[in-house]
């Protein structure tokens, strides 16, 4: 049996197909988002399925999470928020406390030992503290995403940025760049504004271990500025930006045991 | 066995009116297809929503849709129009108990912009006049009041502050600045009494009304005040208001021993809400609360007795008991009787009777009996696995409360900021006394800890297994207490609570809101298998 897991996210699409009763993962992909979701979840999931000499037919169940979750083929949809957490609970058993920072929108999330969701709290009003400010941070600056950890981790003075709203935030980068400051203080300042954005969802209290999912999680740099923000250990879990949809594919073959 | 009744769209509305139509339908003068709100009145947001199919349902909300039409009406009648804002449902109760006198709330323009979908452009007119999106968005009054499109202007004005929302003071004396005047009268910040002091004790604090349990029971330590719970007390009539006097005797339905299998709260239940204030702040509410009186009577030109009080608060304790025993039932049956949406609606109408307190009584006694046909029929409006969700403060687009059971969640409990307007009046004290007493329990008034013990104490009486504490953009009254409230339920109850915000408009968030919405209830549902 197969089942699989469809993350259609605001960036992009990832699947994970597992062998439940092997608990392995069989193929794994992303591409980017596009205005037809529901063609592009379609390719990779017919990609990667004939990439293991598999067919749609040996599917037996799937489950579909992220933004687009209701416009891609699946038999049931699960919101991302419970998709990773199971992902995250699957690679990273000891979790309590789960921080996503995806495209659009961040979360925090509280686990119960078992990895069931106790609690979370979500920003999606506004695109500071996501992976979309980010992506405007290194389009002003002219570098790539992969390089703002390398920047930030040069700088000797992290720039102080105190708006959090994007549009805001973007005019405060221009000024600074307008002022002589350094590039990579500009970042340093960012990722830590992005990650005091982050904590302040957490509210009083953070459960250890805390293990830290998304795309977002893949910008180096990012894991320290919140780990000195919450004034603890953060773990970067094994490939971040497929957690949803590794939970996704989990709890179909939860749903397909009934 | 559950039959499943299905909520209509307001297309399916046009087709069931003229199934009623058929039958005997038997409407007020206010009645009609719902429409006509959207042809007639422009209130749009009425497409987007989805009814109880019932005509308790249609006539609850032509009653809330037709407010304007009242007040334009008692105006022409050359009926006193009292504006009271901000206490939520103390000075209504002053108010009625005149002859030939309304009262409304224009505070409650703020859903206008909601149910016309912005195309009544309040929210720009207040933007103008420099009260913009960070204030709440009560705010659209200020614009109600510019156009006078909406009520007429009253003729009297009274304005509660002190221990209100600051967003409210200033949107108040913006629009005393317009050359409105108004009467304030203050409502201090509910403090615990000091050791020693001499206190008194709130509505609220003792269990909610239940069978067997006479109205505005004690709770103790007011011993000269307590009565016996059995000693019933009698509505006086006074003759000078014969609308009023019309079953006058306790006419209001008895709660059954058991309705549909359910059986009906007990008395043993016992919560741990002592709501005390000092004894020098209810008399000094009460002294407020008699210069509000003497500006009601010197508008209206006769006196507010006490007897003319008593026969008010009667009356309003006949449709919070009403309200009651509607929000028990349709909280504790086994599947939901009515939707969220127009159990909301239900709520709100205890703040002011809709502008009519008599007829105010029959829409929720309407919504009531049907109701308990439904429980009793094992018939409800939602999946019997339906989360049980606790629901505080409004929201500010009624789209929402359709949201919520989209998801696959049933509202088990509500707290809209004005639980003081819901318990009952103390018909035993001195009308005055029992005003303030009244308006001392505000939830606004006191510190937040008292609000979340009541949230706490309601959602654990009711069941909660998720709860959504939803915010208002710009009202700043809110924007401490949902972290209070929230940790308070995790901590107490140990569910799964999710703060959302609810602008007048949800369209653009919808996508985001859902998917709190049901995350949360997923995370409920996680918890009930093993």
């Not at chain 1, 003075?157 to 935030?169: D, K, L, N, T």
């Not at chain 1, 992005?194 to 009083?204: D, F, H, I, L």
């Not at chain 2, 009260?131 to 909406?150: I, K, N, T």
């Not at chain 2, 710009?474 to 609810?502: N, Q, W």
Request: proline share 7%.
């Amino acid at each position: 049996m197969i089942t699989a897991g469809i993350d259609a996210g605001s960036r992009s699409t990832k699947i994970v197909l597992l062998d439940p009763a092997a608990r392995t993962v069989l193929a794994a992909g992303a591409v980017d988002q596009g205005v037809h979701p529901e063609r592009i979840a379609g390719e990779l999931l017919d990609g990667l399925l004939a990439g293991i000499g598999r067919s749609r037919a040996d599917i037996a169940r799937t489950v579909a999470t992220g933004y687009a979750r209701n416009t891609v083929p699946a038999d049931t949809t699960i919101t991302e928020i419970t998709c990773h957490a199971r992902g995250v609970h699957a690679v990273c058993p000891a979790a309590r406390t789960v921080i996503e920072i995806g495209g659009q929108d961040s979360k925090l999330l509280r686990l119960e030992p078992e990895g069931r969701v106790r609690d979370f709290a979500m920003n999606d009003r506004c695109a500071a503290g996501t992976g979309r400010f980010l992506e405007m941070v290194a389009q002003r600056l002219g570098v790539g995403l992969a390089d703002l950890g390398p920047l930030a981790a040069a700088s000797a003075s992290p720039a102080a940025i105190s708006s959090m709203c994007v549009v805001f935030a973007e005019t405060e980068i221009i000024g600074l760049l307008a002022s002589g400051a350094k590039g990579e203080d500009i970042v340093a300042g960012v990722l830590d504004a992005v990650a005091s954005r982050v904590v302040t969802m957490a509210g009083r209290r953070v459960d250890e271990p805390v293990a830290f999912t998304g795309g977002v999680a893949r910008i180096a740099g990012m894991a320290a500025a919140l780990s000195t923000a919450l004034g603890l250990p953060v773990t970067i879990v094994p490939t971040p930006e497929m957690t949803g949809a590794l939970g996704a594919a989990i709890l179909a073959e939860g749903k397909e045991r009934g | 066995m559950t039959r499943r009744i299905e909520t209509l769209t307001l297309e399916q509305w046009d087709a069931r009116y003229d199934a009623l139509r058929a039958g005997p339908l038997r409407e007020p003068a206010y009645g009609g297809p719902l429409r006509r709100h959207v042809r007639e009145g422009g209130d749009l947001r009425l497409a987007q929503l989805r009814f109880d199919p019932s005509a308790a349902g249609l006539r609850l909300w032509n009653f809330l849709l037709t407010e304007e039409d009242r007040l334009r009406a008692a105006r022409a009648e050359g009926h006193l129009l009292v504006g009271a804002m901000k206490d939520l449902g103390t000075v209504p109760v002053l108010a009625f108990a005149l002859p030939r006198t309304v009262a409304f709330y224009p505070d409650g323009a703020w859903w206008i912009p909601c149910i016309m979908q912005r195309s009544d452009r309040l929210l720009h007119r207040a933007d103008a006049m420099g009260v913009d999106e960070s204030f709440c968005p009560v705010r659209a009054m200020l614009g109600a009041f510019e156009s006078a499109a909406h009520f007429p202007l009253p003729d009297v004005l009274l304005c509660s502050v002190g221990a209100a929302c600051d967003d409210f003071s200033a949107i108040a004396q913006r629009l005393a600045a317009m050359g409105h005047p108004i009467t304030w009268w203050e409502i201090p910040h509910r403090r615990p009494p000091e050791p020693g002091e001499e206190s008194v004790d709130l509505p609220g604090s003792a269990p909610l009304r239940t069978k067997g349990n006479a109205a505005s029971r004690e709770a103790g330590g007011d011993a000269g005040d307590a009565r016996d719970e059995n000693e019933s007390t009698p509505i006086p009539c006074i003759p000078c208001i014969p609308a009023l006097s019309e079953g006058c005797e306790d006419a209001s339905p008895k709660p059954p021993d058991c309705v549909g299998g359910i059986p009906a709260p007990t008395t043993d239940a016992v919560w741990d809400l002592p709501l005390r204030a000092p004894r020098a702040l209810v008399d000094f509410v009460a002294g407020e609360l008699q210069r509000v009186r003497d500006v009601l009577a010197a508008a209206a030109g006769c006196e507010l007795t006490d007897d003319m009080l008593r026969c008010g608060i009667a009356h309003a304790n006949r449709v919070r008991r009403t309200l009651a025993e509607l929000r028990d039932l349709a909280f504790s049956a086994p599947v939901a009787p009515l939707p969220a949406l127009e159990l909301h609606i239900a709520e709100m109408l205890a703040l002011h009777f809709c502008s009519d307190r008599s007829e105010c009584l029959r829409v929720l006694e309407d919504l009531l009996a049907e109701a308990r046909r439904r429980v009793r029929a094992g018939e409800g409006v939602l999946d019997p696995a339906a989360v049980r969700t606790f629901w505080v403060n409004p929201v500010a687009d009624l789209r929402m409360m359709n949201v919520l059971e989209e998801c696959g969640g049933r509202v088990c409990g509500t707290e809209y900021l004005f639980t003081h307007a819901l318990d009952e009046i103390p018909e035993h004290l001195p009308p005055l006394e029992a005003l303030a007493r009244t308006a001392l329990a505000d939830p606004m008034a006191g510190p937040a800890r008292d609000r979340a013990a009541r949230v706490v104490r309601d959602a654990r009486r009711w069941s909660a297994q998720a709860a959504v504490v939803s915010r208002i953009p710009g009202a700043s009254h809110c924007a401490t207490e949902g972290a209070v409230i929230a940790d308070a339920l995790r901590r107490e109850l140990g569910i799964p609570v999710v703060e959302l915000e609810t602008p007048p408009l949800i369209d653009p968030m919808l996508p985001g809101l859902r998917t709190r919405i049901q995350a949360l209830l997923e995370a409920a549902r996680d918890r009930r298998t093993p």
